[in-house]
């Protein structure tokens, strides 16, 4: 799942031209000192191995595995495959539900696979997918059930297994938002089947681009990793018609080192994330969504929506932050069910997705990222409090 802001070099410069200030953007990767990652560069050019689970990858999901609290996580080039492959390893076919609002890639991984989303309806105070509509979807055909923990708040995992388990479905969680991420229990990633993280740029945890399954069992582990490599098991064995989701050295490498300041990330977004809360709690036609069911939150994005009674509309606040070189994002808009390719669905009318319709036309995702300012952030609750006056 991605936040791109996508600008040219030049529009950005002209933009911090006309307005006096620099740049403002929804997301900015946190990238450590360079001097720090130097050591592993040299190491990887010493030992020449770039890739096929070589000693960083290995080291980094050892790492993640304690770090998140899980047995088992197979490492990917992106989140994407990770999807696909999950989909494989779980040999999910036919019908399965899923949320029309989240990034594409949740929906496309099952068009991949040859599987029909079914979209269902979302909750109005946490944008997952809504368990109370689930089982009305659910036909025959249905196999397996892909929930977002949108925004990394957690879905309401226990009401989501209870449905499954009665009617035999798998559960496949798309989890890129939720790195770190617990509740009561512990780790948010033991849910489900199988779930499947994303390391983007763009995320709280990022190895430039990255992914990984999280595994109940060292045998379906086993699987995914055959399912990522062609389907090898050694030199001349081939076991499935698998596929190159190898996550290189280098990724690896980064990812090692990104976790070494990951207590930093969290504190300075739980800083941001506060703040804005402080201070937009009073603006009226301003909602933020309220802290969900969570022990540990990531704080990975900050989304506002929109009210009727905010004197813009949201594309307007949208237009006003970008003239003044501060550049939100409208996630989930569209959403996925208004794409060409999933509008023909019976399930994508906006009729049947009343409350995800109206989210879609109300979000507006505010930056948040570790290397933005009190400053930065003042601006931009002064725009929206100037607004509201």
């Known amino acids: 799942m991605s936040s791109h802001t996508w600008l040219s070099p030049k529009s950005v410069e002209q933009a911090k031209i006309d307005t006096g200030f620099a740049p403002i953007y929804v997301t900015q990767p946190y990238l450590p000192p360079l001097e720090e990652f130097i050591p592993y560069l040299e190491e990887i050019w010493d030992n020449k191995v770039l890739t096929n689970g070589g000693p960083y990858h290995q080291l980094l999901e050892e790492a993640l595995c304690k770090y998140l609290g899980v047995e088992h996580i197979a490492l990917f080039a992106n989140g994407t495959l990770a999807l696909v492959t999950a989909l494989q390893a779980l040999r999910v076919t036919g019908e ?70 009665n009617y035999n479905l798998r559960v496949i969680y798309d989890a890129a938002h939720t790195f770190g991420v617990q ?63 190898k996550m290189s050295e280098i990724n690896a490498a980064f990812g090692l080192l990104q976790l070494q300041h990951m207590p930093q990330i969290m ?48 594309d307007a606040l949208y237009q006003k932050l970008k003239d003044h070189n501060i550049f939100s994002r409208r996630y989930f808009y569209p959403l996925i069910s ?16 009343p409350i995800a319709t109206e989210a879609a036309q109300k979000v507006l995702c505010l930056p948040i990222y570790p290397a933005l300012s009190k400053q930065d952030q003042k601006r931009i609750i002064n725009i929206l409090q100037q607004e509201e006056k």
């Open 267 to 314: 504190l300075r977004r739980a800083e941001i994330d506060m703040f804005y809360r402080e201070k937009l709690q009073n603006i009226k036609g301003i909602r933020y969504l309220p802290q969900a069911d969570q022990t540990v939150a990531n704080h990975s994005y900050f989304p506002i929506l929109v009210e009727p009674d905010y004197p813009l509309s949201r």
């Open 183 to 245: 509740d009561a229990g512990g780790s948010v990633l033991r849910h489900g089947d199988l779930s499947v993280l994303s390391f983007h740029a763009t995320k709280v945890f990022n190895t430039f681009e990255g992914g990984a399954i999280v595994c109940p069992d060292a045998k379906t582990k086993q699987r995914i990793n055959h399912l990522k490599n062609f389907g090898f098991v050694d030199e001349t064995t081939v076991v499935a018609a698998g596929i190159n989701g």
């Open 338 to 353: 208004d794409f060409p390719m999933y509008r023909g669905l019976p399930s994508a009318t906006r009729n049947n997705l």
């Open 96 to 165: 399965v539900i899923t949320t029309p609002y989240s990034f594409v890639a949740t929906a496309h991984s099952l068009l991949w696979q040859n599987c029909k989303p079914v979209f269902v309806d979302i909750e109005s105070t946490t944008l997952n997918l809504d368990p109370a509509k689930i089982e009305a979807a659910i036909t025959p055909e249905t196999t397996a059930i892909i929930p977002v923990h949108c925004y990394g708040n957690p879905c309401n995992t226990e009401a989501i297994q209870k449905i499954a388990d």
